[in-house]
């Protein structure tokens, strides 16, 4: 496991009004993955985008600035950032003095690509402008009558429908929690699974999902868990799992995993 008491994760801090990229805490994808089974050959692409809704700095005059920074990192990359390295980062750079707003984002970009080991776009959006916001289409699980005892991750909850049929369909749910591996706070969030294969059992996968309520994993790794349980249970031949966390200190994470499409347009969720 991860030595978190080697961090500061977990750890009273002190917010820094000097800018420093040592705040950042990468942490390594493999250990999740090795969990998971998974190789060096990634069974899905995607993408962690990131909401930092709390980004300022300073203009020349030391006027300060505000906008909603959103950040693409690829699964790809070696490393994801924990997130509470994350803001103290972000805050290093509150009353950092920048001649154009392009100066931070290429500051920013270069700091957290280094971090997590490849490229990273970063894109900045007024906080005036509306945007994204939408709901989720397909069927919401959440409707359905079940009773619910399992709150311990549990893939064999999964089930194909019976008789057996091929679909195509787009489900989600609102009931996703799962809790933070360092601090324990609970993460809550929504869910859009698309798939095209053999039928699940919709009562079986929104338990499927409830079982995360206690599970301490970080958002990235939780959904890799939902997709790669799907294929191993369910097998379909095409799959997309995407989460919608809430923001927590000013930060939101939407992990996106694909084995047949790439990630387009980001539909901010109105919990968000």
């Known amino acids: 496991m991860f030595a978190y008491q080697q961090t500061k994760l977990g750890q009273q801090t002190d917010y ?133 005892q399992d709150y311990d991750i549990n893939p064999q909850l999964l089930h194909c429908a019976n008789p057996p049929q091929t679909v195509t369909q787009s489900v989600y749910s609102h009931l996703l929690r799962s809790n933070c591996p360092v601090t324990n706070q609970p993460d809550w969030g929504s869910v859009k699974i698309t798939y095209t294969g053999a039928a699940i059992e919709h009562e079986s996968l929104l338990r499927y999902l409830i079982s995360f309520r206690q599970h301490n994993d970080f958002h990235e790794q939780c959904v890799e868990r939902i997709f790669t349980d799907i294929m191993r249970v369910c097998r379909p031949q095409k799959l997309t799992v995407q989460a919608f966390y809430t923001r927590r200190g000013g930060l939101d994470i939407n992990p996106y995993r694909s084995n047949f499409e790439s990630f387009s347009v980001f539909n901010r969720l109105s919990r968000q």
């Not at 250990?31 to 700095?57: C, T």
């Not at 994350?86 to 690509?113: E, G, T």
Request: proline fraction near 6%.
């Open 16 to 148: 820094s009004n000097q800018y420093d990229p040592k705040l950042l805490c990468p942490l390594p994808r493999l250990q999740g993955r090795d969990d998971l089974g998974i190789g060096d050959i990634l069974p899905f692409d995607g993408v962690d985008i990131w909401h930092n809704y709390e980004a300022s700095w300073l203009n020349a005059k030391g006027k300060p600035q505000v906008a909603i920074v959103q950040l693409m990192i690829p699964c790809s990359s070696p490393y994801l950032i924990e997130s509470k390295s994350l803001k103290l980062y972000f805050n290093s750079l509150n009353f950092m003095k920048f001649d154009a707003q392009d100066d931070y984002i290429k500051l920013v970009q270069q700091d957290l690509s280094t971090a997590a080991g490849a490229a990273i776009k970063v894109i900045v959006l007024p906080v005036e402008q509306s945007y994204q916001s939408n709901i989720l289409f397909g069927f919401c699980l959440d409707e359905i009558d079940i009773d619910c």
